[in-house]
């Protein structure tokens, strides 16, 4: 019997929930979410981590997937600045969906995650929006709590 879409996404918040128990850096924390959501059967995807830099670009930093078809092309799409609004943004093109998902620690931006997937492997709807939104909530709390802990050690 196939799950439903409610059950999928609640077996992943349960798995994204214990990517914090078993980091020991922020860094490690936000690879072990992403991998987890990449192995979790939404694998027909390319899943990336930016960063901002100080030019104004991006830098990618981490990346699961096939990249090859995005090899040569600038990660920008002319709406990262979207992104400075703290909200989820979701681009539908000839049947491709990237969502941009921004990550702050301490007020400025840390991270744009991207999630890119045909809608034939998956069908993004408001749900994986709100699901996306309680992640990045659930992302920048654990991070700030491994900032606290490196302060106070």
Do not use: W
Request: aromatic share 12%; with cysteine; proline share 1%.
């Amino acid at each position: 019997m196939k799950k439903s879409k409610s059950q999928f996404l609640d077996e992943l918040r349960m798995e994204v929930g214990l990517a914090y128990d078993y980091s020991s850096n922020k860094e490690e924390f936000l690879e072990k979410v992403l991998r987890t959501i990449y192995h979790a059967g939404v694998n027909h995807c390319i899943l990336a981590v930016y960063s901002p830099m100080t030019n104004g670009g991006f830098k990618r930093e981490f990346v699961l997937g096939e990249t090859m078809a995005r090899k040569g092309k600038r990660f920008g799409f002319g709406f990262i600045s979207l992104c400075s609004f703290r909200g989820t943004v979701l681009m539908k093109k000839n049947g491709n969906q990237i969502i941009l998902a921004p990550i702050y620690e301490e007020e400025k931006l840390a991270y744009v995650i991207s999630l890119n997937i045909s809608a034939s492997a998956y069908l993004i709807t408001q749900q994986d929006i709100d699901f996306i939104n309680e992640l990045v909530k659930f992302i920048e709390m654990k991070r700030m709590a491994f900032i606290e802990e490196e302060e106070e050690a």
